[in-house]
């Protein structure tokens, strides 16, 4: 659950526990929170600028007209869901029974929401009876804008992660570690073919470098500071 939270800490390091897989699932999380930390930073940004939740957004928040949202933790649902950032929804299996379970009925809005460790394609409103929530999971489903931005191990790169979630034109913009800097990834193609999209750098004009995911079926490239991109047909 912290892993999917905008600040994560871990107390007690895993290590001093004798239970390999255990630790092994917690260097996972950790490592997948460190890699996304660009894209968490910089919603906590846009949080600064226009007073909406984005780093934490309650699905009622996020979703006012769906009635489904507003009680998702109740005694016979049992579900805590939120959205962290505008592309990521975050499922984790908390509650009282957080030490066993390993599975919950997950409920997911309107949209295209992609199992991000599966590439598992759904279309909401749909609940997901007993969805298999194991510990080594990363509970979260790609959707909204669909664009997320992961730095390397060393931070010298950040890479943007466009994924084939969105079912209308969007913008996400993403704000440096300055604060200050932006860049801003408009999404205006209207087929997620592959060899139908192309990825331009508008300060540039310039078509960027890609690399496409068989799996998950999402284009990614590196970001140059400053600049802008559009996705969009080659038509």
Known sequence: MAAVCPAMSVGLGPWHLENPAYEKAVKKAVDWHHQLA?????????SFLTGYPYTMTPLPVAFPHDTNTYNLAGKTRKQYSWLLGPSLLATPAYGSDYATVQQRDVYLPEGKWMD??????YQGPVTLPGFSLPDNKIPVFVGGKGVLVSQDSNHTSLKATIYPVSQK????????PDGQTVSQISNENTTWEPEKIVILDLT????????????THSFSFYLTPGHSYQVRDKT
């Not at 991000?116 to 394609?121: D, I, L, P, Q």
């Not at 034109?169 to 440096?176: G, L, M, V």
């Not at 540039?204 to 799996?215: D, F, G, L, R």
């Open 38 to 46: 660009p894209y968490i930073y910089s919603a906590a940004v846009e």
């Open 116 to 121: 991000y460790e599966t590439g598992k394609m």
């Open 169 to 176: 034109p969007s913008t996400y913009h993403y704000y440096y």
């Open 204 to 215: 540039s004009q310039q078509p960027v470098k890609t690399e496409y995911s068989n799996k």
